[in-house]
């Protein structure tokens, strides 16, 4: 299913821009891996062309029983693409978990606050922009990552301890201190 045109096949994806995806795509799926890592594979790409490249990806997930680790910073691709999401800040790991859990009720306060910042269709449905406006150019050296924006903050706590980790339910897993209770 990687044709070019010089092959006598008329794709009328490789006429636009896909050609060079389905070189690197053949490339990475050569060997069969058991993983790929796709970091960013539809950043710059249209949103035609972005639908074309994820179809070949679950084809050939389909086919060759791939795991992909999927990098993204595009919420709507990868809740449409994954099983299970990882949500991090500054590099730092706060909430994982099955897609739906994790987008139907984010537990962790940086990913209830990525979640609301997204627009939605709906043009009466205002973002929820719920954390302190602060360009962060590293992670605090301890305590929480996301202790500078968090709306929850607990005190010192979150400035001085790591967050423990701490299992929802089914592989649901966050790092807080705040009480399950109260998220």
Excluded at 61 to 82: C, E, M, P, R, W
Excluded at 132 to 140: G, H, I, K, R, T
Aim: hydrophobic letters at 40%.
């Amino acid at each position: 299913f990687f044709f070019h045109p010089e092959d006598g096949i008329r794709d009328p994806l490789w006429s636009r821009g896909l050609g060079d995806v389905y070189k690197r795509q053949a490339r990475a799926f050569a060997a069969k891996p058991e993983i790929v890592l796709c970091d960013e594979v539809t950043s710059a790409l249209d949103v035609s062309v972005q639908a074309a490249v994820l179809d070949l990806l679950d084809e050939l997930k389909n086919q060759q029983g791939t795991t992909y680790i999927f990098v993204s910073h595009d919420l709507a691709v990868v809740k449409a693409i994954s099983d299970r999401v990882a949500v991090l800040y500054q590099g730092r790991l706060c909430e994982i978990g099955p897609v739906n859990a994790v987008y139907e009720a984010p537990f962790h306060p940086y990913t209830d606050v990525l979640l609301g910042a997204v627009l939605e269709p709906d043009p009466d449905i205002a973002p929820i922009l719920s954390a302190d406006d602060v360009v962060e150019l590293s992670p605090p050296a301890q305590g929480c990552c996301f202790q500078r924006r968090c709306p929850r903050k607990l005190g010192e706590i979150c400035d001085k301890e790591t967050p423990p980790v701490r299992e929802l339910a089914n592989g649901h897993i966050i790092c807080c201190h705040v009480p399950i209770s109260d998220l």
